[in-house]
């Protein structure tokens, strides 16, 4: 089945390690996405990639990065973590151009904690 | 640790009543509607969507009604189900090509026996 998966599943890390998550797709889609979502709240997008044009939100921390060397893969880097970048981390994807479709495919998620 | 997230709203509801979600969105711009379903643990999952030309669509067991005129979007579940138990997030694309979601807050729904 066409999916998207994300490992590992759950993460720990130390105060300022740096840390890779990490999220391949078998649907072939063009737009991948790494969401941030803490506790009973909301997912909350850090960037995207548009083929492979990287997109950021203004308000992610430049902590934050990510890399996505082909069309399956892609992976969201956190330089030095914090306490409070303990979340769940969701990967996503969509299809964009001719046949487009607005609907987000997620993935199961990495949980992050940071000890 | 993760800080301490916000109390979501809860909907209670006894198992083989129908539920109602609602939504409010902010964009009058926005041109396509999605209701997700995230299970404890889980990724959102896909349970219905909407375009901005229609008022209504109707799923298994699942209808979206969307007003345009309050900005206002539900989700109706009929012969709610313990499987149902879940937070439900709306979310509207913003009117952008790539297809950009705004989450809701998101609803916890508790199904009781």
């Known amino acids: 089945d066409a999916m998207v998966i994300q490992n590992p599943r759950y993460q720990v890390t130390q105060f300022g390690k740096p840390v890779t998550l990490s999220c391949s797709q078998t649907?072939?889609?063009?737009?991948m996405y790494w969401y941030q979502q803490k506790s009973s709240q909301a997912p909350k997008l850090l960037f995207h990639?548009?083929?492979?044009?990287?997109?950021n939100e203004a308000d992610t921390p430049d902590n934050f990065q990510s890399r996505r060397p082909n069309t399956s893969f892609c992976f969201l880097d956190i330089r030095s973590p914090g306490l409070g970048d303990a979340a769940m981390y969701l990967c996503?994807?969509?299809?964009?151009?001719?046949?487009?479709?607005?609907?987000?495919?997620f993935g199961p998620g990495t949980r992050l904690t940071v000890l | 640790g993760e800080s301490v997230g916000l109390h979501l709203p809860t909907l209670s509801v006894q198992e083989g009543d129908n539920s109602i979600i609602n939504c409010a969105y902010s964009?009058?711009?926005?041109?396509?509607f999605i209701w997700y379903k995230q299970e404890s643990g889980k990724g959102p999952q896909f349970i219905i969507d909407?375009?901005?030309?229609?008022d209504k669509r109707q799923g298994q067991r699942v209808t979206v009604l969307l007003n345009k005129t309050v900005k206002h979007l539900s989700l109706q579940i009929a012969a709610t189900q313990p499987g149902d138990s879940a937070v439900y997030f709306c979310?509207?694309?913003?009117?952008?090509?790539?297809?950009?979601?705004?989450f809701g807050a998101g609803t916890q729904v508790v199904v009781t026996p």
């Open positions: 996503a994807t969509s299809r964009s151009g001719t046949r487009a479709s607005n609907e987000q495919f």
């Open positions: 649907l072939n889609h063009n737009v």
């Open positions: 990639y548009y083929d492979k044009d990287f997109n």
């Open positions: 964009n009058s711009a926005s041109d396509y």
């Open positions: 909407i375009r901005s030309n229609m």
């Open positions: 979310a509207e694309n913003l009117g952008n090509s790539w297809g950009k979601l705004q």
